[in-house]
């Protein structure tokens, strides 16, 4: 009876940000008898007496000059995704953190209404108006913005300002 998991190969085995022996593991593990062999990555800590660690733990013993890459640290996040990542505020958030920047509701209504005739208008309108929870990238927030004159940085401190009322 063969024991699995089983460790087909190993792929690449990384540092961590971690250190001490906390490696990143790419590898081929094959889970049973019956499915077919799959690509993982497996966080392996050299403490770990569970799962895969006892095999790896050897495996390392048994290949010594095995190559192990530095860590590379994540690359920073882009605005973008920064922004996508923003927590949703409720419409009452919204509001209340405009009102304390000094934008009132007649505001934001009057860049609504003067936009053209037409679906996006109307679909502008229905978010502003019933709308339980915006999104920091939702297109409404930038086209309100801009019609007000909100640079997209004050639109990120006012939105996390907003966060926590």
Known sequence: MEDFPKIIEI?????????????SIDLVIQ??????????????RPEGVYGLSPKIRQWLIDNPNFPIDAYVPP?????????????????????????????????????????PEGADKETARIEWEYATTFERTHPLIGTVGAALAIGEEQIDTMWTEAASL
Not at 11 to 23: C, Q
Not at 31 to 44: H, R, S
Not at 85 to 105: D, K
């Open 11 to 23: 792929l690449k085995v990384s540092n961590t940000k971690e250190g001490n022996g906390v490696y």
């Open 75 to 115: 690359p920073e996040p882009t605005i973008e995704e920064i922004r996508a990542n923003m927590p949703s505020l409720t419409a009452r958030q919204l509001r209340l953190g405009l009102v304390g920047n000094g934008y009132s509701m007649s505001q934001v209504s009057a860049v609504i209404d003067a936009m």
């Open 31 to 44: 889970f049973d008898a019956v499915d077919a062999p799959v690509v993982e990555k497996y966080l392996y």
